[in-house]
């Protein structure tokens, strides 16, 4: 069973004191979430305000997300603050701006492989986040196939669905195929506007139809997803309060 949760990236803003974190966490453990990814606290906020800040809000981490380059840049705080908080996985998104090429994709594979067997002796699994340029083409080979398939079978993939729909991809698709793989998939949505821009807003509200993308992820048995909206045009804990208990009633366990 798929197991929601919410990614805290969303409410950066409200995560930039020892005081938010522990306001906001208690804010999301009211709304009845229990799961958490962590991404965008406060880099100034000790590891251990925020182990403490979950364990009074009744809340649990699976996850840390951050910049390849910025986990890779202080992975020992990276670690540790996995460590406190029980956190098993450590999840990096993007291809660094050297390896967008052919070569560069398989040389940066080589680099997680390298990650991933670090931080196995540690008891701890890496994930690749993919974004919307990652499925560039390469050779006629979108990025993100190239990593899958020169890394060790224990990289897994964070796929991000919104970042797939942008891409012009099936959602659904990917998830069934890389399902063995798959820890987590996150859920963003939005709407097109009359000016061509478009609007971030709670997830099922928008123009993503997600009911193929609910049945592969709960037939594929996917361990996590996490609902994500970075923006809003109105309070932040409201829509975020509606993204996920709208996800709860499409059948995902809270």
């Given amino acids: 069973m798929t197991k929601i949760g919410i990614q805290i990236s969303s409410l950066k803003p409200y995560l930039q004191t020892e005081k938010d974190v522990y306001e906001t966490f208690?804010?999301?453990?009211?709304?009845?979430?229990?799961?958490?990814?962590?991404?965008?606290?406060n880099p100034s906020i000790p590891a251990e305000i925020i182990s403490d800040a979950?364990?009074?809000?009744?809340?649990?981490?699976v996850s840390?997300?951050?910049?390849?380059?910025?986990?890779?840049?202080?992975?020992?705080?990276?670690?540790?603050?996995?460590?406190?908080?029980?956190?098993?996985?450590?999840?990096?998104?993007?291809?660094?701006?050297?390896?967008?090429?052919?070569?560069?994709?398989?040389?940066?594979?080589?680099e997680l492989n390298a990650l991933s067997r670090n931080l196995e002796?540690?008891?701890?699994?890496?994930?690749?986040?993919?974004?919307k340029q990652e499925f560039d083409l390469f050779n006629g080979i979108p990025?993100?196939?190239?990593?899958?398939?020169?890394?060790?079978?224990?990289?897994?993939?964070?796929?991000?669905?919104y970042h797939v729909q942008k891409a012009g991809l099936d959602?659904?698709?990917?998830?069934?195929?890389y399902a063995s793989r798959i820890d987590f998939v996150h859920f963003k949505d939005y709407v097109r506007l009359p000016d061509g821009n478009e609007k971030l807003v709670p997830v099922g509200q928008g123009d993503i139809d997600w009911q193929p993308v609910i049945k592969a992820c709960l037939e594929k048995n996917i361990p996590w997803a996490?609902?994500?909206?970075?923006?809003?045009d109105r309070d932040a804990f409201i829509c975020m309060q509606e993204s996920f208990h709208w996800l709860v009633g499409q059948g995902f366990c809270p």
């Fill in 171 to 177: 959602s659904a698709e990917w998830i069934r195929r």
């Fill in 64 to 110: 840390t997300q951050d910049y390849y380059q910025e986990v890779t840049a202080h992975l020992d705080e990276t670690i540790r603050l996995n460590e406190l908080c029980c956190s098993s996985h450590i999840c990096v998104s993007g291809i660094p701006a050297e390896y967008r090429s052919y070569d560069g994709c398989i040389a940066f594979a080589g």
């Fill in 226 to 232: 996490f609902a994500e909206q970075e923006t809003w």
């Fill in 26 to 41: 208690r804010r999301l453990g009211e709304m009845g979430c229990q799961m958490v990814q962590l991404q965008w606290i």
């Fill in 54 to 61: 979950l364990k009074q809000a009744k809340l649990y981490t």
């Fill in 121 to 131: 002796e540690k008891e701890m699994v890496l994930s690749f986040h993919p974004r």
């Fill in 143 to 161: 990025g993100v196939e190239l990593i899958m398939s020169h890394t060790r079978s224990e990289v897994c993939l964070g796929l991000d669905l």
